[in-house]
């Protein structure tokens, strides 16, 4: 009993700290929603201002901005930790360190895959989503981007120990956001076309559980072979 | 003869195909203090991290009070306390902050004492001001305050003393002598003196790398 308080404890004090972190170096809280919002206007600028073909793209635009700010903000997920020496001190605590990564991760997706839900109706009208669309852009990101943060958070905590550990973190995670990007983009075109959501919201809603149970433990083990080299 | 808490048995280790000991030996028992000698780049801060099992590229046998130590990692975890190389104090967090999460991480810490601890080590008046803006030795100090919430069995210390003034050493020699008085142990690498009355052992890492540089 007393451990599972402990537990409990060692979870919260750990999301406080990280907001506390975040919240002191302000860069990195805003960094990733200007990025997702420079992201998604290049392409009217880039390709097209039409309406109708922005309104065409922009359920596969706003996920892929979002896609792409979220793996921009996940290299600081264990660095300054490593750097400081905490990580060794997390990595002797006689607690599961899966706890501690899911922690870390839900504080970061607090800031950047709650924050990027939050901003991406605004980047819906911008591109001309029709209105139909934007609970299924809502709901499909609210359940798409825990699940890229917590697969993120494996590739971070595989590259923590490189000195340029960024773009090897795209490599290796990229590939592994493809079935969330798919799902989740679906999901806004069903909306928009007025067809059922619920398949592919239940299909998101799966991963977001396998990831929810393996990933902390996944990137646990790989923060042990990072700290270790 | 009392079971010895941390033994070490021929451990090999290699970096970069240089072998940095091989053959070595090491029983620590509760009591003793031992300190880790050998050249900068002689695998002083890699036998300790081994020791404490953050280092895994290692041949050899590692026991914690008689029993093989992955089998018995939990407990070791918690009767452990390392100080490493770097601190562990996130520059962004007072004081403070870092040390109210080390207990959650550390239940042989107590958290009950954390103002007393930062005072004595000299850093009452500082416990909100961001670690970022205290001085090099400041920094080792909120480390070093561990020392005196910990009730770990074993302290592994590397270099606990960079940065760190005279009168401060003094005061951390006497807490690691009272560690010791009440049977735990310690092993620590430093390079400044140490005052003559502290019962050392010691052990050079450099004796066990002439078998191996033969070939």
Known sequence: MRQAHSMVGLFMLTFKRDLVLAYRRKSELVNPLIFFLIVASLFPIGVSPEPNFLSQLAPGLVWVAALLATLLSMESLFKSDYEDGSLEQLLLSPQPIFLVVLSKVAAHWLLSGLALTVVAPLLGVMLFLPAEGMPGLMLSLLLGTPTLSLIGAIGAALTVGLRRGGVLISLLVLPLYIPVLIFGSSAVQAAVTGLPLDGYLALLGAMLALALALAPIAAGAALRISVSG | ?215
Not at chain 2, 96 to 117: F, G, I
Not at chain 2, 192 to 209: R, W
């Open chain 2, 1 to 215: 003869m009392a079971q010895p808490l941390l033994s070490a048995d021929s451990l090999f280790c290699e970096r970069d195909d240089r072998v940095l000991f091989d053959g070595l030996h090491l029983s620590v028992s509760s009591g003793e203090i031992w300190q880790v000698e050998g050249r900068n780049g002689s695998g002083k801060t890699t036998l300790l991290r081994i020791l404490c099992g953050l280092n895994s590229h290692y041949e050899g046998n590692l026991q914690w009070r008689g029993e093989p130590i992955d089998e018995v990692q939990d407990q070791f975890l918690t009767e452990l306390l390392f100080i490493g190389h770097q601190a562990g104090v996130s520059a962004m967090l007072s004081p403070e902050e870092n040390l109210r999460w080390q207990c959650a991480l550390h239940p042989s810490l107590d958290a009950s004492l954390v103002s007393t601890s930062l005072a004595n080590v000299g850093l009452s008046g500082f416990e909100d001001v961001p670690a970022y803006q205290l001085s090099a030795g400041q920094k080792r100090r909120i480390a070093l305050a561990k020392l005196y919430m910990s009730s770990a069995k074993l302290w592994i210390l590397d270099e606990p003393f960079t940065a760190i003034d005279k009168a401060g050493v003094a005061e951390k020699e006497s807490l690691i002598l009272k560690h010791v008085e009440r049977g735990g142990s310690v092993i620590m690498t430093t390079h400044q003196d140490v005052s003559p009355h502290m019962p050392l052992h010691t052990l050079n890492v450099e004796q066990f790398t002439s078998s191996a540089r033969e070939w």
